[in-house]
């Protein structure tokens, strides 16, 4: 008989939570900038982005996914780029 007890979960296990975020039926664009956008306009896509971000139930295991794979675009768990990119710099100086 041959042993799995030490074979790897399944990916879909290590993301089941995905299943149930409240982005999941939204578009990309929504989370995610076109080529060259600046200013007001990424500001105003991001803060649209994170209103969804802090009524999803899942937002805590999707931030902690993005800051553990080091997400580098889009909106991930109500933080953007610049806020995950900052929190991690933070982490490694301490």
Do not use: I
């Amino acid at each position: 008989m041959n042993k799995t007890a030490r074979l790897p979960r399944p990916v879909v296990d290590s993301y089941q939570w995905q299943l149930d975020a409240a982005c999941r039926h939204e578009e990309t664009s929504r989370f995610f900038h076109p080529d060259n956008e600046r200013g007001s306009a990424r500001h105003n896509r991001e803060r649209r982005a994170k209103e969804v971000c802090f009524e999803c139930p899942v937002m805590q295991q999707c931030r902690a996914h993005a800051l553990n794979a080091r997400e580098p675009f889009g909106v991930w768990g109500g933080l953007g780029e610049l806020e995950r990119r900052d929190m991690l710099a933070g982490d490694r100086a301490a």
